[in-house]
């Protein structure tokens, strides 16, 4: 090392190697499950320069899972993204032993891993918005009433719950604040009714593809048009990404099983030695 070059040199003593890598993914999943995989040591120096305990590691190209283990088995919060199937064959099963304590392979012995935690499992769904032949934005043919007023109510930081006794009520904010969501078209003697309906006691958020009347006419309503309202939550162009994520989804609650579908959690209580991950999340 000189004053001006700074060298670091890694060898696989310490860090691991492409052998050691390929042991640790066959131990997991079989022979030969992945073409490169990394040792599990190797990614726990990196994550040892980059992050403290409790930080949050992504791996947006989750591969065969090493990154979220590795960080997981060391304390840190993960993302991981993966669009291949191992998903379900490789990675859920991998971060579930990792959390039953049952990996005592890769860098488990040396961290002394015991296992806890948890994690959240979602799948994305199509995107909410299409262009038309037009280079217009429409509401994405896939989504049905019910998938376009449930992905509507989580962008707006609504409970999703659609009534039985008010068409109109699909979820709510509070137990006075509720919103409606309708590709239709609404006159103004509609919305009056609406309005009538709701009362002066509560609020309704009204989402509609569009509206013939004043928008502001209606005390107790607030009607917007959806492309144009899902559009305003959406960012894109920016030099800096610097999202204003309001309604981050939350934990179920009670904890529900591991779908296949859909979204849900695997947990475990966490090992008191080892602290909660995800407390904040775990039921
Ligand atoms: C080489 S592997 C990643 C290895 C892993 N990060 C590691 O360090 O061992 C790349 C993975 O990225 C996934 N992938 C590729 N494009 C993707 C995308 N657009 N979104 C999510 N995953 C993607 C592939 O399916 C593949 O599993």
């Given at each position: 090392?000189?004053?001006?070059?700074?060298?670091?040199?890694?060898?696989?003593?310490?860090?691991?190697?492409?052998?050691?890598?390929?042991?640790?993914?066959?131990?997991?999943?079989?022979?030969?499950?992945?073409?490169?995989?990394?040792?599990?040591?190797?990614?726990?120096?990196?994550i040892e320069?980059?992050t403290n305990p409790n930080d949050l590691v992504?791996?947006?190209?989750?591969?065969?899972?090493?990154?979220?283990?590795?960080a997981h088995k060391m304390g840190r919060r993960?993302?991981?993204?993966?669009?291949?199937?191992?998903?379900?064959?490789?990675?859920?099963?991998?971060?579930?032993?990792?959390?039953?304590?049952?990996?005592?392979?890769?860098?488990?012995?040396?961290v002394?891993?015991?296992?806890?935690?948890?994690?959240?499992?979602?799948?994305?769904?199509?995107?909410?918005?299409?262009?038309?032949?037009?280079?217009?934005?429409?509401?994405?043919?896939?989504?049905?009433?019910?998938?376009?007023?449930?992905?509507?109510?989580?962008?707006?930081?609504?409970?999703?719950?659609?009534?039985?006794?008010?068409?109109?009520?699909?979820?709510?904010?509070?137990?006075?604040?509720?919103?409606?969501?309708?590709?239709?078209?609404?006159?103004?003697?509609?919305?009056?009714?609406?309005?009538?309906?709701?009362?002066?006691?509560?609020?309704?958020?009204?989402?509609?593809?569009?509206?013939?009347?004043?928008?502001?006419?209606?005390?107790?309503?607030?009607?917007?048009?959806?492309?144009?309202?899902?559009?305003?939550?959406?960012?894109?162009?920016?030099?800096?990404?610097?999202?204003?994520?309001?309604?981050?989804?939350?934990?179920?609650?009670?904890?529900?099983?591991?779908?296949?579908?859909?979204?849900?959690?695997?947990?475990?209580?966490?090992?008191?030695?080892q602290g909660g991950l995800?407390?904040?999340?775990?039921?």
């Amino acid at each position: 090392m000189d004053g001006q070059n700074t060298w670091s040199w890694w060898p696989n003593s310490e860090v691991g190697h492409n052998q050691e890598a390929k042991k640790e993914i066959n131990i997991l999943f079989g022979a030969d499950a992945f073409d490169t995989p990394k040792p599990e040591r190797l990614i726990r120096r990196i994550i040892e320069l980059a992050t403290n305990p409790n930080d949050l590691v992504l791996d947006s190209f989750a591969g065969s899972g090493t990154t979220g283990a590795v960080a997981h088995k060391m304390g840190r919060r993960w993302i991981m993204i993966e669009l291949g199937e191992h998903c379900h064959t490789h990675i859920i099963p991998r971060l579930q032993k990792v959390i039953d304590g049952e990996d005592q392979g890769g860098i488990s012995k040396a961290v002394n891993w015991q296992g806890g935690g948890g994690f959240r499992y979602y799948r994305l769904a199509p995107s909410l918005l299409e262009k038309d032949k037009w280079g217009n934005w429409v509401i994405n043919h896939d989504y049905n009433a019910t998938m376009l007023s449930e992905a509507l109510c989580k962008l707006e930081g609504f409970s999703y719950a659609p009534s039985d006794a008010a068409y109109w009520q699909h979820g709510h904010s509070t137990e006075r604040d509720f919103v409606y969501v309708t590709t239709a078209s609404l006159t103004h003697e509609q919305l009056q009714q609406l309005s009538d309906e709701v009362g002066p006691e509560r609020t309704l958020l009204v989402l509609c593809t569009a509206f013939r009347a004043k928008a502001d006419a209606y005390p107790n309503l607030t009607v917007k048009k959806i492309p144009r309202q899902v559009l305003s939550r959406c960012e894109w162009g920016h030099d800096d990404y610097s999202l204003q994520v309001e309604n981050l989804p939350q934990a179920p609650s009670p904890p529900a099983p591991l779908p296949l579908a859909g979204e849900g959690r695997k947990s475990k209580p966490a090992n008191a030695a080892q602290g909660g991950l995800f407390e904040e999340g775990e039921a």
